[in-house]
């Protein structure tokens, strides 16, 4: 730790132009300290230009400060001087075997501070201030100290490769492109890095929404553990008091029953946790992969870029498809209920309805349930916002096309064989899969229809309306009541009205319910399918009479 503090006290007191203890030290206008005598030496070869900057931060200055000893750093560094320390070690500022050393150093190299992509050279801080004085050098490329500069050189032709091929995906030099690359389709390197940027930046977002489904799924998990353990535990207590009243005549069955309920629980948690591990291992890979996509975006060098593109974007990116699904929860509930009837039946049962419970343990059911609050419900909120090429010509969308509104001129909208003609509806912009609810409100109509619809659903005529095909769902909403229907079967539903309803939808699950949203949240309608493509959220118009009143919907958005 001492030598650790040594070095740090060295260079904190050294002059970094000279790499010695501070002389005379003297403190510029931009806070860095050197010698008086190196600075007033490095300012005397910049009068010409009428500008003097700093040798670390490049601040400058168009008139010459004038310098002042430093009278604490002058006493700080005599006070060094005394406790037996004077030159600083330059051994730092040499390039070691690891390190990219500047190729114009002569003798003893220094470490390279930048490499230029347009010399090819890589340089130390000394030699490198011509690229920042000289207007020659502009234009060049400075990266982070690269070893491997020369794979930016044509091994053929000795040229600098300044083009990609598409046909062969590779960077070759002018001289390729008019031999064996004739005629193939070239582009400059940096276009080609652009390019293959914008595939990678999409690759890295679909990794990252890899993890943060997995993410979710960890959670859900985890609740699904704590869900076990509760209702274990609970089934327990309950048999342990029924069975202490059957005291000698069950006592061995109150055992048996208990430890098969512990085992089948050790059972299901071990396998919950184990895919929560599986999860947990392919989070960490995909974070992996990130890193290394991350690493890569971030190459300065396009040709290095290029070079290392095809093996890092070669990853293979595995949807995830959750087993998880959401139905209603049961545990060890069923035993209680056998156990009290064997309570009943005494003898009777403890010799015919054994087996009833042991296949009852057996067959606990470790599933994910339903959202029961609107609380648990908005864990899913998703904002949904609409799809301007689908909506009718009678609907104008505003609110960042989260708002629709039914209007008596028809819309100047351009033509697209995604709009609908036949009613008045509009599709989301959204794919829906996986767990999302949202919430849609409306004023001003006595009739409006909530729904998911596949994208391929008819545009035209009269099998295009929401719920009246194969391929969408829809609650119509009406004052008092409400209809669902689905391939143009109607399920009547009473209760009293209401202007504000909740979807949730469950994709994997192939769950569908529709809820009455006000100071409670009440189920109107449930589904139990399989979807079979992504779905999208979905609105229609009823019947209006009169145009001057407004009729609005829209999706809510929630914090």
């Known amino acids: 730790m001492a030598q650790k503090g040594d070095q740090l006290d060295r260079k904190t007191f050294s002059c970094s132009i000279c790499l010695d203890l501070l002389k005379d030290p003297v403190t510029i206008p931009c806070g860095h300290s050197y010698c008086m005598s190196c600075i007033e030496t490095h300012w005397d070869e910049e009068d010409q230009k009428g500008i003097h900057s700093c040798p670390q931060c490049r601040e400058t200055c168009s008139q010459r400060p004038v310098l002042k000893k430093n009278t604490m750093l002058t006493a700080l560094v005599e006070q060094l001087k005394k406790t037996g320390f004077h030159a600083v070690s330059t051994d730092h500022y040499y390039a070691g075997p690891e390190d990219v050393a500047c190729d114009v150093c002569s003798g003893k190299k220094l470490k390279a501070f930048k490499s230029c992509l347009v010399c090819l050279t890589s340089y130390c801080e000394k030699h490198l201030q011509p690229h920042y004085d000289s207007a020659a050098f502009q234009k060049h490329k400075l990266v982070e100290p690269s070893k491997n500069l020369q794979e930016n050189i044509c091994s053929k032709h000795n040229e600098v490769m300044k083009l990609f091929c598409r046909t062969d995906q590779k960077s070759i030099c002018s001289l390729c492109s008019e031999e064996e690359h004739k005629g193939h389709k070239t582009i400059p390197v940096e276009t080609a890095r652009t390019e293959k940027q914008k595939k990678l930046k999409v690759r890295r977002k679909t990794i990252q929404q890899g993890i943060q489904d997995r993410e979710k799924d960890v959670k859900l998990l985890q609740q699904e553990v704590e869900a076990i353990n509760h209702s274990a535990d609970k089934t327990v207590e309950d048999n342990e008091k029924?069975?202490?009243?059957?005291?000698?005549?069950?006592?061995?069955?109150?055992?048996?029953?208990?430890?098969?309920?512990?085992?089948?629980?050790?059972?299901?948690?071990?396998?919950?946790?184990?895919?929560?591990?599986?999860?947990?291992?392919?989070?960490?890979?995909?974070?992996?992969?990130?890193?290394?996509?991350?690493?890569?975006?971030?190459?300065?060098?396009?040709?290095?870029?290029?070079?290392?593109?095809?093996?890092?974007?070669?990853?293979?990116?595995?949807?995830?498809?959750?087993?998880?699904?959401?139905?209603?929860?049961?545990?060890?509930?069923?035993?209680?209920?056998?156990?009290?009837?064997?309570?009943?039946?005494?003898?009777?049962?403890?010799?015919?309805?054994?087996?009833?419970?042991?296949?009852?343990?057996?067959?606990?059911?470790?599933?994910?349930?339903?959202?029961?609050?609107?609380?648990?419900?908005?864990?899913?909120?998703?904002?949904?916002?609409?799809?301007?090429?689908?909506?009718?010509?009678?609907?104008?969308?505003?609110?960042?096309?989260?708002?629709?509104?039914?209007?008596?001129?028809?819309?100047?909208?351009?033509?697209?064989?995604?709009?609908?003609?036949?009613?008045?509806?509009?599709?989301?912009?959204?794919?829906?899969?996986?767990?999302?609810?949202?919430?849609?409100?409306?004023?001003?109509?006595?009739?409006?229809?909530?729904?998911?619809?596949?994208?391929?659903?008819?545009?035209?005529?009269?099998?295009?309306?929401?719920?009246?095909?194969?391929?969408?769902?829809?609650?119509?909403?009406?004052?008092?009541?409400?209809?669902?229907?689905?391939?143009?079967?109607?399920?009547?539903?009473?209760?009293?009205?209401?202007?504000?309803?909740?979807?949730?939808?469950?994709?994997?699950?192939?769950?569908?319910?529709?809820?009455?949203?006000?100071?409670?949240?009440?189920?109107?309608?449930?589904?139990?399918?399989?979807?079979?493509?992504?779905?999208?959220?979905?609105?229609?118009?009823?019947?209006?009479?009169?145009?001057?009143?407004?009729?609005?919907?829209?999706?809510?958005?929630?914090?």
């Open 242 to 559: 029924i069975f202490s009243q059957l005291i000698r005549l069950i006592q061995k069955r109150s055992s048996d029953v208990k430890q098969q309920i512990r085992s089948q629980q050790e059972t299901e948690v071990s396998r919950v946790k184990e895919l929560q591990e599986k999860l947990e291992q392919e989070i960490t890979e995909l974070k992996r992969r990130d890193a290394e996509l991350k690493q890569l975006s971030h190459t300065e060098d396009h040709n290095q870029f290029l070079h290392n593109y095809p093996s890092v974007s070669a990853l293979s990116e595995s949807p995830h498809s959750s087993s998880i699904k959401t139905k209603p929860l049961r545990y060890f509930e069923d035993v209680t209920a056998a156990v009290k009837e064997l309570r009943d039946k005494l003898q009777d049962i403890l010799r015919d309805e054994w087996t009833n419970i042991s296949l009852t343990v057996s067959d606990v059911e470790v599933l994910l349930s339903e959202p029961k609050s609107r609380a648990e419900f908005l864990r899913y909120s998703c904002e949904i916002t609409l799809n301007p090429n689908t909506a009718n010509t009678r609907l104008l969308l505003s609110e960042g096309n989260r708002k629709v509104t039914l209007m008596g001129q028809y819309q100047s909208y351009c033509n697209h064989p995604d709009r609908f003609s036949g009613y008045w509806q509009v599709l989301s912009r959204q794919n829906l899969t996986g767990r999302h609810y949202w919430e849609v409100k409306w004023k001003g109509t006595e009739e409006i229809s909530v729904a998911v619809s596949y994208k391929d659903i008819s545009r035209a005529g009269s099998e295009c309306r929401f719920g009246c095909n194969d391929k969408s769902w829809a609650l119509d909403c009406f004052q008092n009541s409400y209809d669902f229907l689905h391939n143009n079967i109607k399920t009547s539903i009473s209760g009293p009205g209401s202007s504000r309803v909740g979807v949730y939808l469950d994709h994997r699950a192939g769950v569908l319910s529709f809820y009455r949203v006000s100071e409670t949240t009440t189920l109107l309608h449930r589904v139990q399918t399989t979807f079979t493509q992504p779905l999208h959220a979905g609105v229609r118009f009823g019947l209006m009479l009169d145009f001057r009143s407004i009729a609005s919907v829209k999706f809510c958005k929630h914090k």
